[in-house]
């Protein structure tokens, strides 16, 4: 049975980020902390006079293998998946500037490239984001107190300069854990309502990512092209559920799945939907795709009509990513006695979890996604014979948003059931 996997491209990454607190402005207190912190969505002017770099050829093949190979280390079999792969991306970039000697070179390898290359490429994205209006990007740090943690200079630079991060220093109470949900609800327009449950007592840090999408399809389905059809779901049970029907001009294929891409307003972004071919699972479209394959996919389009359907839903993701990410080649990092963050401080620190969750509605009249991740540091102690092609999203597939320049996956899901 098929998947559809859907991705938010990498331009979904590109959204506004929140204002970044200047050298010397004083901490608030836990006394004299807002109870959430204000959201700041700022104009291209208040970004760091840095020089961002473009996205090679190269760095999109990286950041789509990435995308590709913690969507597929987080799927389950027969379960619907949607994960960010920006938003972890972003996160974990962050943390990666504080990281040292193996725990770096881990990190490195795992993302994809170096810090540095990270940092500009990824600011890149981010200002390009800022002009998309379509995508929101916010990075914000909490930490414990100056005197109790302190933090490498280079490093809250780096976080401030490149990723627009603000920073909040108090002590990691109650109210603490409410203005973190409170900023990333914020942030997310209100469809991540909670990013943590609680703060461990050995956490002095969060590294907190949040971004929200929110578009139009170029041509939204009219009421006559909505009705109700029969989704086959993984487990083979069969449930009825309201269908869009309509017609695209952009086709994909390869070995393993047939598709198409659905521009949404602007053009910046689009929606494509992988339908896997007979006797394939979309577990199995997901692991056949690396990278390079997925460029090699997406631009390979062919211009066609295309017949389409597929169900009008909504999804949700939680997921723990601590194990994912050590086996994806960066276990240094989650141990005590391994991890070398001496970039951040001269604390001894580790990452204790990855925390990320996401939300998704398809409609009629276009999608609306958000995400959030938090990395929580710790201290140590060719044309058919009609003429045309058909996709019926009537049983799993995978689908995704990208960015239409880049066709750089930012979300990438899995649908098995509605």
């Not at 998946?81 to 990190?107: C, D, I, K, W």
């Not at 990691?172 to 309502?193: S, Y």
């Not at 995400?371 to 689908?399: C, E, H, I, W």
Request: aromatic share 8%.
């Amino acid at each position: 049975m098929k998947k559809f996997a859907f991705l938010l491209t990498l331009a979904l990454l590109l959204t506004g980020c929140a204002q970044a607190i200047p050298n010397g402005t004083q901490a608030p207190t836990a006394s004299q902390a807002p109870t959430q912190p204000p959201a700041t969505h700022p104009d291209p002017g208040t970004l760091p006079p840095l020089v961002p770099a473009a996205v090679t050829r190269e760095d999109r093949v990286q950041a789509a293998d990435f995308a590709l190979r913690l969507t597929s280390a987080a799927a389950k079999k027969g379960e619907n998946t949607l994960v960010s792969p920006m938003s972890v991306l972003f996160a974990l970039a962050m943390t990666a500037n504080g990281a040292a000697g193996e725990t770096r070179q881990q990190m490195e390898s795992v993302l994809g490239a170096q810090v540095d290359r990270l940092n500009s490429y990824l600011s890149g994205l981010r200002q390009a984001a800022l002009e998309s209006g379509a995508l929101n990007i916010a990075n914000a740090v909490w930490c414990e107190p100056e005197e109790q943690v302190p933090l490498r200079p280079d490093f809250e630079t780096a976080l401030r300069d490149w990723y627009g991060a603000e920073l909040f220093r108090q002590p990691f109470t109650r109210a603490t854990l409410e203005q973190i949900n409170g900023w990333v609800k914020e942030q997310t327009d209100g469809q991540i309502e909670e990013i943590l449950s609680d703060l461990p007592q050995e956490t002095v840090m969060c590294l907190v990512n949040a971004l929200s999408f929110d578009a139009e399809w170029m041509e939204p389905f009219r009421e006559d092209q909505i009705g109700p059809a029969d989704f086959t779901q993984a487990d083979g049970t069969v449930k009825e559920t309201d269908f869009l029907y309509g017609m695209e001009s952009v086709y994909l294929e390869n070995e393993l799945a047939t598709g198409f891409r659905k521009d949404y307003a602007g053009g910046d972004f689009a929606f494509v939907a992988l339908l896997p071919k007979e006797g394939v699972t979309a577990e199995e479209v997901l692991a056949g795709l690396d990278g390079a394959a997925l460029q090699a996919l997406l631009e390979g389009a062919q211009e066609a009509d295309v017949h389409l359907s597929m169900p009008m839903f909504q999804v949700e993701g939680d997921y723990a990513l601590k194990e994912i990410l050590a086996a994806m080649g960066m276990p240094d990092a989650f141990e005590a006695d391994t991890a070398d963050f001496s970039h951040m401080s001269a604390m001894p620190l580790y990452i204790g979890q990855v925390v990320h969750k996401t939300s998704l509605t398809l409609t009629a009249m276009g999608t609306r996604a958000g995400a959030a991740t938090a990395v929580m540091v710790d201290a140590a102690g060719a044309l058919d014979p009609n003429g045309y092609k058909s996709v019926q999203l009537d049983r799993p597939f995978v689908y995704m948003i990208i960015h239409s320049e880049t066709n750089l996956p930012v979300f990438i899901g899995t649908l098995n059931a509605v």
